[in-house]
């Protein structure tokens, strides 16, 4: 079955870097939209960074442009979220999801994915 294990959350001070991981198997990782979403204390959960499998295609939030880079290494089926400048409205636990797809473009509404990992915190203080 599909799993995603996200990895690499932690505590930094703003201004900070720290780079996520998510391990996707039981998929045929080349179809897929994947993507990082987040969610604080009270808010909704909101996406981050979306990119499609084997294509050049990403998307990111306005909150996260410029600072966050989303990443892939077809060879691992591993999904990274590079972040830095972090900022305190940053803190939230991250989530790392996949749907399969046969388009060339991804959308980052939450209701789109259907496999989500347990999710990784990310605290900036």
């Known amino acids: 079955h599909v799993q995603l294990v996200e990895s690499g959350g932690g505590s930094v001070q703003a201004g900070g870097s720290l780079r996520l991981s998510c391990a996707i198997s039981?998929?045929?990782?080349?179809?897929?939209?994947v993507g990082w979403f987040r969610q604080a204390p009270g808010k909704e959960r909101e996406g981050v960074a979306i990119i499609r499998t084997g294509f050049a295609y990403t998307l990111y939030a306005a909150s996260v442009k410029g600072r966050f880079t989303i990443s892939q290494d077809n060879a691992k089926n591993t999904l990274y979220l590079e972040m830095s400048s972090l900022k305190s409205e940053d803190t939230a636990t991250y989530y790392c999801?996949?749907?399969?797809?046969?388009?060339?473009?991804?959308?980052?509404?939450?209701?789109?994915?259907?496999?989500w990992g347990q999710g990784t915190q990310v605290t900036v203080s």
């Open positions: 039981g998929v045929a990782y080349r179809r897929m939209c």
């Open positions: 999801a996949a749907r399969s797809t046969l388009s060339a473009s991804c959308g980052m509404g939450t209701s789109q994915y259907n496999v």
